[in-house]
């Protein structure tokens, strides 16, 4: 990277392991040397991962209940509207505000908004799409897709310098350890 | 299939012990990974694929041909008249719809219930699904007339001061059959994101990488993106579960608010989503024997997903014709004559053919599915899951047709006969369902990756 170059500054160090029990070990190993600024990499969701860096509590179940809260209202609010507003229509003597009528339409779309927003609101709190990434300029890197399992304690960190961030990770036993360059 | 308080995540599997296994012995991350994509990336493509595509294409041709006359002349050209004005194209779109409903059953309700022998039939059952529901939602739309008015069914603000008329199931179902299109589609493509990350890693071809790259988002596996991404998907699931069975219930709704006799009946929505499920696991089983055939993928898509398959169409099966055996009850105990009349009239009347094979076709010839052995053989269970195909499809005629026809006047009975051209739209669809999944099957991983990954034994995270 001819970027790389110029600048000496680097995204972080990457630590490679070959099981999930070991990125778990590692990340939890991180987590009490008081780095905070580091992230696991697997191919397969894992629980305890995301505990062991430190992230314990998911938005997006907020986000699908909010979703699903304004689709509902926004349903029956639409339906209420039209038949009792905008344009009034006796249909057999029934109430214009017939709610049992009402309630398929209003399910349907608290769905519909309930998904849609968790969808969207999962991508948007996990930054993506963002096709370009630092660790993509590390090639061993694309085994995460795979069967490889990483441990990347970013430059960022407060507690991260060169030397001893490394004999960190060299006391992790990984398989290999890469400098992620910008 | 019960998991112990020792279970992990949402994908690990506990099997009950002498069950067959999810999947083959002595596989692996990598292995796993490059059997699925390999599937694509590397095997060329092959005369039966070609053979395949080129049917379903000619069908998709005949289709167009089809649509392409209705558009000219009108809906003339088909079979319908009064009184029997729904015919095969609703016919078609309640037996299309239905088989839809086992893919999300499949990802959703099984998600839900932590039966992770799932993860490796979820993903074919969804783009099933997707593809179901298009060919579901041409009907309506071709039957309308002026298909080109199409939009006039959604709420929005006209110049003509007019709105649907939310009071009507068909409205419902415009509102129930487009939400369970649009969530099918994202529940499908999330849970594509980390597999099209592998084939971005895994393609050679500069364009495949790039597409798949683009697609994938830039997904990198990242722990805090799969705790996000694991709430999502369940929460999809649990949102999906009553999605699905809402569908059905509300395309049954079509029929139940209608005061026809047969159809003015309270038991119509389990009905329907029971025998929705049950052609639809006939429809998994009519795909994934050749897919594991012909992609020799039978370490992943074991006896086990086949013989659980056959245990829940058994399952459904019972259910439906729960369903009839009722129906025919309530007709009599009802005290109604025409409700009488209507069962009679399907027993002996001019359609009365139909009734018996359906009775054949759905309840009395899925019985051998009781025989383990049956269940064992894919032979066996490819031609059950034909002839259960078939039977629902009689199921629906039986139901439109016989209503239809004989109603209370009997100065407007009338008769149906199908036409040349109802038959081309239903083979035409039967085309595009077969064209969209031989595109899918050689351009996405048919299995889902991570999940097979995460049901391996190496994938627990051990304690210390």
Known sequence: MSHAQLSPAIYGLLAEFDTPTDLVDAAKAAHAAGYRKFDAYSPFPIEEASEA????????????????????????????????????????GKPYQSWPAFIVPTFELTILFAGLCGVFGMFALNGLPMPHHPLFNVDRFSLVTRDKFFLCVEAADPKFDMDGTQRFMESLRPTSISEVPH | MQQGPEEKTILQDVPWPDEPPVMAPGQSFGSVTDTIADAVLQRPIGLGWLLGLFIGMTLIGLLMMAVTYLFLVGVGIWGIEIPVAWGFAIINFVWWIGIGHAGTLISAILLLLKQTWRNSINRFAEAMTLFAVACAGMFPLLHMGRPWLAYW????????????????????????????????????????????????????????????????????????????????????????????????????FDFAVAIMPGWHTTIFPPYFVAGAIYSGFAMVLVLAIPIRHFYHLEGMITMRHLQNSAKIMLATGLIVAYGYAFEAFIAFYSGSTYERFMMQNRWFGQYSMFYWMLILFNILIPQVLWFPK?????????????????????????????????????????????????????????????????IFIRIMPSISIFEMRALLPEAEVKAK
């Open chain 1, 53 to 92: 860096v430190g992230f314990h509590k998911s938005r997006v179940p907020l986000i699908v209940l909010v979703g699903g809260i304004l689709g509902g209202a926004s349903g029956y609010g639409l339906q209420y509207w039209i038949n009792c507003i905008s344009y009034p229509l006796n249909i057999g």
């Open chain 2, 153 to 252: 069914m959604f709420p929005y603000p006209s110049s003509m001061g007019v709105w649907p008329q939310f009071r009507s199931p068909l409205v419902w179902d415009v509102f129930a059959v487009s939400t369970y299109a649009t969530i099918s589609a994202v529940f499908w493509y999330v849970g594509l994101v980390p597999d099209l990350a592998t084939m971005r890693e895994k393609a050679t071809h500069p364009a495949g990488k790039k597409l798949y790259g683009l697609l994938a988002m830039g997904w990198r596996g990242s722990a805090r993106h799969w705790k996000n991404y694991e709430a999502l998907y369940i929460l999809l699931a649990g949102i999906a579960t009553p999605l699905v069975l809402s569908v059905h219930t509300v395309v049954s």
């Open chain 2, 374 to 438: 049956i269940r064992a053989n894919v032979r066996w269970l490819f031609s059950i899951s034909l002839v259960i195909l078939v039977g629902m499809w009689l199921e629906r005629f039986v139901i439109i047709v016989t209503s239809l026809s004989r109603d209370y006047l009997p100065s407007s009975w009338g008769h149906y006969t199908p036409t040349r051209w109802d038959y081309a739209v239903l083979a035409g669809t039967i085309g595009f369902f077969a064209t969209a999944m031989f």
